[in-house]
């Protein structure tokens, strides 16, 4: 029989005359005379050490939870103690290590010493493109020669045709404000003649600032290059040099007349007149001499009045004549004919070839590209016709003024496309930049660069694209012995040397070295070294 919760091994109730028993461990036996029914009963059961195990489990719970708790701080307390330096040990460690050399060893390598900085690829600042169509005298009509966007502008290309005539491209900054004839001076001039000179067409003197009969046979050459005709001149002009013309020729008479007149008054009498007062004088000698002899009819005084009145009208005969009037009729005469020779000089220069401001555009840093077009065939002009920007594309960066000073137009630089392709560039130009009001850096240089020969396709991905440019400024012709540039020291002389440690390191030996080229944090270096020798840097 089963042992009720409380029972001990030696109750009373366990030693009872039942067939069950409890053996010494105190589980319940069972005798063979039960049968079946008893075995049947004893697999139902529960194991009597299973159930031995739960209530010690259970009934100790408070138990079990210390015995972890301490489990935990004790393995908690060795983690700690590994953690946990003592002073001593503290001090121990922070104590410096002994003195030693620091040494790296001689390398072969090659160098190759760049400057890289950043640039934006882009093409020159865009303007917009206005012409002056003041001078046309009535509505600035487009009629045609409308360029396409991406066209590029050249010297002597035509931007534009505007009422049948051509806006004539030319290098220069001065805009066009006024119309360019012969007897003009000025600024605007002096441009005109230096764009005409820059393709090849000669303008006489170019330092010359007017415009004269020669600059306006370079312009009619202008109009020939670009296949158009020369303006028209002003209405009336020919009716005027034909006027002129005449007046010249009638001042040109009067010129003729008093030159006669004056050669007349300045000949004196002829020699008919001279030979006729003569007579008249010798007659009266004549007449006088018989008037003395008596033969005459005269008296003597009447002979010697006659033959003075005869000597006194030859004598103011033969006398030079006054020619001041005929002078002064000759002098007006020429004063007559420089006038209308001016006058026809002026309406001539009226029919020389000019240069209206409104059919040249004057355009700085050629050739351009058109980005824009604003007007089409058949408008009319009121603002910016176009907007255009450099035709080239170029890659422009800053620089430091130490990196500046290393570049040389010309150079050879290297840069990657935005889809990783590798191409090369060449210096153009570098210019110190301005200095910024209040700016704390350093000098600034600007760097330009040229892509060489870009593809259009590739120029599309380049533009507006900042990217990393690389110039070599040097590099040795292969693979060199170099070492860090704290290993290089200076001797008495200023001679380089090198310290070179042995396989003991308080052994080492000083050598005299040449050095190269210097990059990278490295130098080469020649001398009685080899690749792999150690060299101190540092003790």
Do not use: C
Not at 5 to 22: F, K, L, N, W
Not at 188 to 202: H, N, R, T
Not at 324 to 347: G, P, R, W
């Amino acid at each position: 029989m089963r042992r009720s919760r409380g029972e001990s091994a030696d109750s009373p109730a366990s030693t009872g005359g039942d067939d069950a028993g409890v053996d010494a461990l105190g589980m319940t036996t069972v005798t063979e005379g039960e049968g079946e029914s008893a075995a049947t009963e004893a697999a139902l059961k529960p194991d009597p050490a299973v159930s031995g195990w739960r209530r010690v489990l259970q009934g100790n719970r408070v138990l079990w939870v210390l015995a972890a708790v301490a489990i935990v701080s004790l393995i908690a307390g060795v983690g700690v103690s590994f953690l946990i330096v003592s002073p001593g040990q503290a001090a121990a460690d922070a104590a410096a290590p002994e003195p030693g050399l620091i040494t790296v060893p001689i390398e072969s390598r090659e160098l190759s010493n760049d400057v890289t900085i950043r640039g934006d690829a882009a093409f020159a600042d865009a303007v917009e493109v206005k012409i002056e169509t003041g001078s046309l005298g009535g509505p600035a009509v487009v009629t045609g020669r409308v360029p396409e966007v991406g066209a590029t502008f050249e010297p002597t290309s035509v931007a534009l045709e505007v009422t049948g005539r051509p806006v004539i491209v030319l290098p220069g900054d001065l805009p066009a404000y006024r119309t360019l004839s012969v007897g003009l001076s000025g600024p605007d001039v002096l441009q005109l003649k230096a764009a005409l000179v820059s393709i090849g067409i000669d303008v006489g003197d170019p330092s010359s600032a007017t415009f004269d009969s020669a600059t306006a046979s370079a312009v009619a050459a202008l109009y020939d290059r670009v296949g158009y005709p020369t303006p028209d001149a002003p209405e009336g002009t020919a009716e005027a040099v034909r006027g002129a013309r005449d007046s010249v020729r009638a001042a040109e008479d009067g010129v003729a007349s008093a030159r006669r007149a004056l050669a007349q008054a300045q000949a004196g009498p002829s020699n008919a007149e001279r030979i006729e007062q003569d007579n008249l004088v010798r007659a009266a000698e004549r007449a006088l001499a018989e008037a003395k002899a008596g033969k005459g009819q005269l008296s003597v005084a009447d002979a010697e009045d006659q033959l003075r009145l005869a000597q006194a009208r030859r004598d103011e005969a033969l006398a030079p004549r006054d020619a001041s009037d005929a002078q002064s009729s000759l002098d007006a005469a020429y004063a007559s004919l420089d006038a209308a020779n001016e006058v026809l000089a002026d309406a001539s220069d009226s029919t020389l070839a000019f240069l209206p401001a409104s059919e040249v555009l004057y355009l700085s840093a050629l050739p351009r590209r058109v980005d824009e077009v604003k007007v089409e065939r058949g408008t009319i002009l009121q603002a910016a016709a176009m907007l255009v920007s450099g035709a080239t594309l170029t890659i422009n960066a800053s620089a430091a003024e130490s990196d500046a000073k290393l570049l040389e137009v010309g150079a050879v630089a290297s840069f990657a496309l935005p889809d990783g392709t590798e191409m090369a560039a060449t210096i153009s130009s570098v210019a110190p930049r301005k200095a910024e009001a209040g700016s704390g850096s350093g000098p600034r240089y600007d760097v330009v660069l040229a892509p060489t020969d870009p593809t259009p396709e590739q120029v599309e991905q380049l533009r507006g694209q900042n990217v990393r440019v690389s110039i070599s400024i040097g590099s040795t012709d292969g693979a060199v012995l170099a070492v860090p540039l704290a290993a290089l020291t200076a001797g008495p002389g200023g001679e380089s040397r090198v310290e070179v440690a042995g396989d003991d390191d308080e052994k080492t030996r000083l050598v005299e070295v040449t050095t190269g080229l210097a990059a990278e944090g490295f130098v080469e270096i020649t001398g009685d070294i080899r690749e792999g020798e150690l060299v101190v840097v540092g003790r």
